[in-house]
């Protein structure tokens, strides 16, 4: 079978230049023959020759043709990058071009370097593979039902990647506690970043042996691990640098292929070459939301207060492991940081299928079971004739508490929140009492502040900061974060000019190269204003110190009496007797030698000990409040949303300005997932993928995007530079959940799956009127064997966050 490119098309061909004729003998080697020395243009550009089938194995791959054609430089096969890499440790399982099999459409299996990306586009054409068809697996329920053929030979078992199984006190014990115990189901269709800037990158390997990447990439630190094993280079001669993110999102978090391809590209070659990837290729690299299919069970007392809760969730992972392990733990990690929940158990499954692979998207792994809950705790109020508002508010997790999972939450602001959203949206005089067709829902959240662990386990810091600051009186900031337009490099600045009285402007903001920068582990995970941030503040204070001392012997004044203002440093019980800040920077190199400090930071331990506890724990957590309003079309299940009222517990405010741009940015992808995003493939035709443009995914325009109120609730965490606390990720979370409570309360039907679309509204509506549950999702989830549950005493019960011994759990039993 010959593979073509997919979706590139056939440009025509490029005519009138001085090509440099490529001997036809040449095979991939790494050395490239070339018939004459005509001189080419410095700059290569690279292609991916991707799958055309969804599994199968590669029988052949054969490169002649390909270098026959005037203009190609080089072409390569996955039999020149044979080592694994991966995000996680514990998956290791992908290869830059595809060895012996390709397990999803898309997959790459070869790579071409010519001097143009038409010859490039063409060449792919001239590339002949054969592949020997495998049964392919589309959904969660075929995956669980098929152990052969396996998508990777690795795992729990057949085609599931991974199976959990976590209970935190006696579960059976709080339902039967319960005057209420509940059970739904649910399912969150994936879908995908959607950032404005595709994925490129630019790779050059100097004569004497130095490898320099430039990526658009969220986490170079982890780049450069994986290129300097599957390059099997020496780190010290890699250079990773992260240049200005056109959108990120989750999408750019990942190492992946077409980056290692053009640093071996570049080796073999010695030229630069670069690589650009089609609105299509973005697609099949996705690393998108999971489609998570979920059932809970809920123990309430009359009051609503939450006696104890079961929680399953069932992971579509696509065809690579990417975080897809940690991804399994964060659908059933934070369900017990909003509103007390005294015991819980949590089983999950990620099992593989042949579609692109799925990873972090905005929220990682929580967005799926937020919804759940959110819409579950709705159903239960309106069972105990309780508003959903009150009842929340009533049982939120008290600040400075240790939840069953042990995660310890810090400042807790969600209780404001909620205040500001149902006073703001006037919800006691709307739930339940607008006209037919109108309708109002709330729903809460709570988010990350960074992981308090680091991808690769040690004891090293998770974000290092070094300042230097010259006689002029400027001042350099170094930090390896990456700004994907949620203002990171802002921050920096702002911390620093904050803590040595100077002007943001003053400063100068370096990040995001390996060469130059200390490491941050990426920006992922909100994790870069409270980890970066108190690396900054720690680096400025001990600059200040030094600046203190040189400053007040100048004075004459004692040491706690210099204060820094307005780019002075000054005896605050005389602030006439001043120095200009450059002065200042003077007396202290002349007294200390060049100024340069550091800070560097490591979040707390985390109380969990238990095997699984590494996810979940953080330094602090955001909490989220909406109320939507919407109306629904009762003739063609058209939802519009109105406005939506959001308050969001930041911590402390850095930059407002900033803050509400991505509360609201949030909202606007929230609203997206709730109504419209869906990664959909056609699994009768071979699993092809429906919608792989922006002509057609369908995502909010200006049109569709509605007015946002939006409250920010500052609650400082102790935790966080000046109690700042994250912004980025955490309001997109009840967004979804909001609108399926509004849209039930406008028509009187559960959506209770999403996107929630026009024909899944009617299809309610009308199941209604005939006389059927007025509901539309899924009702069953699949039979599965989950393992024997790891099984913890709660904090309340005197546990110490380690696993219970089998005798005591026998015991108990």
């Not at 780019?567 to 450059?582: G, I, S």
């Not at 606007?668 to 057609?696: C, Q």
Request: glycine letters at 10%; proline letters at 7%.
């Amino acid at each position: 079978m010959a593979a073509r490119s997919i979706g590139n098309g056939k440009p025509k061909n490029v005519v009138g230049k001085p090509y440099r004729k490529v001997d036809a003998r040449a095979k991939c080697t790494g050395q490239t023959r070339f018939a004459d020395d005509i001189a080419l243009p410095r700059m290569l550009y690279a292609k991916l020759l991707r799958s055309p089938v969804p599994h199968a194995l590669i029988k052949s791959i054969d490169v002649s043709r390909v270098l026959k054609l005037p203009g190609v430089v080089t072409a390569i096969t996955g039999k020149e990058l044979p080592r694994t890499y991966g995000i996680l440790p514990v998956s290791q399982d992908e290869h830059t071009l595809c060895i012996d099999k390709v397990r999803f459409i898309g997959d790459p299996v070869a790579a071409i370097a010519a001097v143009d990306e038409d010859t490039a586009f063409d060449a792919l054409d001239l590339i002949d593979v054969e592949y020997e068809r495998l049964e392919s697996i589309a959904s969660i329920p075929d995956a669980i039902a098929t152990s052969e053929p396996r998508i990777h030979d690795y795992g729990d078992g057949g085609n599931v990647h991974k199976r959990v199984a976590l209970e935190f006190g006696d579960v059976d014990e709080g339902f039967g506690e319960a005057d209420l115990v509940r059970e739904d189901v649910f399912f969150y269709e994936g879908n995908t970043h959607l950032p404005l800037e595709q994925h490129a990158a630019v790779a050059h390997f100097d004569p004497d042996g130095k490898l320099t990447l430039w990526s658009s990439t969220q986490t170079p630190h982890y780049v450069h691990r994986a290129l300097a094993k599957v390059l099997e280079l020496p780190a010290s001669h890699i250079r990773v640098i992260a240049t200005p993110n056109g959108g990120g999102f989750g999408g750019k978090s990942d190492p992946f292929n077409h980056e290692i391809a053009v640093c071996k590209l570049a080796m073999i070659t010695g030229r630069p070459v670069k690589i650009t990837l089609t609105r299509e290729e973005v697609f099949y690299c996705h690393r998108g939301r999971h489609p998570v299919l979920m059932w809970v069970k809920t123990g309430v007392k009359q009051d609503g207060a939450i006696t104890a809760m079961h929680f399953r969730s069932f992971l579509d992972g696509g065809a690579y492991g990417s975080y897809g392990v940690a991804s399994t733990f964060y659908t059933g990690a934070l369900q017990t940081v909003t509103y007390d929940v005294p015991r819980y158990k949590f089983e999950g499954v990620r099992c593989f299928t042949n579609k692109p692979p799925c990873g972090p998207k905005r929220g990682h792994g929580t967005p799926q079971p937020r919804f759940a809950l959110e819409v579950q705790i709705d159903k239960i109020a309106e069972q105990l004739q309780i508003d959903p508002a009150e009842m929340r508010q009533r049982h939120l997790v008290p600040a400075g508490s240790t939840t069953a999972n042990y995660l310890h939450v810090g400042s807790m602001g969600l209780g404001k929140c909620i205040e500001k959203v149902v006073a703001g949206s006037d919800w006691k005089n709307k739930f339940g009492k607008l006209a037919y067709g109108r309708g109002v829902g709330i729903a809460c959240s709570a988010y990350l502040c960074g992981a308090g662990l680091p991808i690769y386990w040690n004891n090293m810091p998770h974000s290092g900061v070094q300042l230097r600051l010259d006689r002029q009186g400027g001042v350099c900031v170094m930090c390896g974060s990456t700004d994907i337009g949620q203002g990171s490099d802002s921050i920096l600045a702002y911390i620093v000019a904050e803590v040595l009285g100077i002007d943001p402007f003053d400063i100068r903001v370096v990040t995001a190269d390996t060469d130059l920068t200390p490491v941050d582990l990426g920006s992922y995970s909100s994790r870069v204003t409270l980890m970066t941030g108190n690396a900054a503040l720690q680096a400025a204070e001990r600059a200040r110190e030094l600046l203190t001392l040189a400053v007040a012997e100048k004075l004459g004044a004692p040491i706690e009496n210099i204060g820094f203002a307005e780019r002075r440093a000054f005896d605050v019980e005389n602030p006439d007797r001043c120095v200009t800040f450059a002065e200042a920077v003077q007396l202290a190199e002349s007294k200390f030698g060049t100024i340069g400090t550091v800070g560097s930071y490591t979040p707390p331990r985390s109380p969990g000990k238990y095997k699984g506890a590494g996810v979940g724990p953080s330094p602090a957590y955001s909490y989220s409040a909406a109320v939507a309003e919407v109306c629904v079309d009762p003739e063609t299940g058209i939802v519009t949303v109105d406005r939506i009222w959001i308050g969001h517990d930041v911590g402390r405010s850095i930059n407002p300005a900033l803050v509400m741009g991505q509360v609201e940015g949030s909202v606007y992808m929230g609203l997206g997932e709730a109504l419209m995003e869906e990664m959909t493939y056609r699994a009768n035709r071979n699993v092809v993928h429906k919608f792989p443009s922006m002509l057609e995914y369908k995502s909010p325009t200006t049109l569709e995007m509605c007015d946002v109120t939006t409250y920010l609730i500052e609650d400082p965490d102790p935790n966080g530079p000046f109690g700042a606390k994250e912004v980025g990720q955490g309001p997109l979370l009840p967004v979804p959940p909001a609108i399926a409570n509004a849209v039930y309360d406008a028509v009187g039907v559960r959506v209770d799956e999403v996107p929630i679309t026009p024909e899944k509204v009617l299809a309610a509506i009308r199941g209604r009127a005939q006389g059927k549950e007025p509901r539309y999702g899924p009702k069953t989830v699949p039979e599965i064997a989950w393992p024997r549950s790891i099984k913890v005493m709660t904090p309340a019960e005197g546990g110490t966050g380690k696993e219970m011994p089998r005798e005591a759990v026998h015991a108990r039993e």
